[in-house]
C-alpha cells in the first residue's frame, strides 16, 4: 500500500526557502545515512583496500555513546547514529569498527557481545561488518512485534498537520533502523516523498542531490 500523503498546504505556514532548506537537509542525511551502508557492503564484497587512519583513543575522544541493553529501541537507534557520526570524522579501517563499537557496550549488551564472540573467537567476532552488527543488535533488543510496527509505519510514515521537522527525524530513525528494507537511494527518496504533502512536493524534487 502506498504511504497516505497530506493535502495541508505548508506553504501557508512556512516560507519556500524554510521548506527546501528543511527538505534539502532531511534528504541529505538519510541519503548518506543509506550511501554509508551500500558502500560497506559493496567494500565488504569487493574487498577493495582504504586507508587505514584512526586508533580506538581516538573514537573515544569523540564521545560515542554507550548502550547498556535497557534504552529501548530509540536508544539504540541514538546509538546507531552516533557511532556512525563518530566514524564518519575520520577514516577508520572497516576491520577496526565492530571492534570500536562493540567497546561502548555496557551491562546486558556487553555480556550478550561477549556470549556472541566467545564461540567464534573475539577475533572472528569482530570481522563482521557494522551492518552486521546493527542487524544483530536489533533482532536482540528490538522486539519482533515492535519491529514489524515500526517497519509498516516505515512504508506508510507521512506528514502529520504541519510538523515538517517530526516526519522528517522519524524518517531518518526508521531509515538508520532498517537500513535493508530500501534498495536503493532511488526507492529511498519514493518513499520519503510519497509521505509528504503533494503541495510542496516541487521542492522535494528541486532539493534532490
Known amino acids: 500500500m502506498p504511504p497516505k500523503r497530506s493535502s495541508t498546504s505548508e506553504a501557508s505556514t512556512m516560507s519556500q526557502v524554510a521548506i527546501r532548506k528543511l527538505v534539502g537537509d532531511s534528504v541529505a542525511a538519510t541519503l548518506e545515512t543509506q550511501t554509508a551502508t551500500m558502500a560497506e557492503a559493496d567494500n565488504s564484497i569487493r574487498e577493495i583496500p582504504v586507508a587505514k587512519r584512526g586508533n580506538y583513543k581516538e573514537f573515544i575522544s569523540c564521545q560515542p555513546f554507550y548502550f547498556n541493553g535497557t534504552e529501548g529501541v530509540f536508544g539504540l537507534i541514538y546509538w546507531f547514529e552516533r557511532t556512525e557520526s563518530v566514524f564518519s570524522r575520520s577514516n577508520y579501517a572497516e576491520e577496526n569498527k565492530v571492534a570500536f563499537a562493540t567497546g561502548t557496550l ?63 527525524r522519524r524518517f531518518q530513525e526508521l531509515a538508520v533502523l532498517f537500513p535493508n528494507m530500501v534498495p536503493n537511494n532511488e526507492k529511498l527518496m519514493e518513499l520519503f516523498i510519497g509521505g509528504l504533502p503533494r503541495s510542496i512536493e516541487g521542492n522535494v524534487t528541486a532539493s534532490k542531490p
Open 106 to 168: 555496557t551491562n546486558d549488551a556487553l555480556s550478550w557481545w561477549n556470549a556472541y564472540a566467545q564461540p567464534i573467537g573475539i577475533e572472528k567476532a569482530n570481522r563482521i561488518t557494522l551492518t552486521e552488527l546493527k542487524r544483530l543488535l536489533t533482532n536482540k533488543y528490538c522486539p519482533r512485534t515492535e519491529i514489524k510496527k515500526m517497519e509498516d509505519e516505515f512504508y506508510n510514515l507521512s506528514v502529520k498537520g504541519n510538523d515538517l521537522k517530526t516526519y522528517f
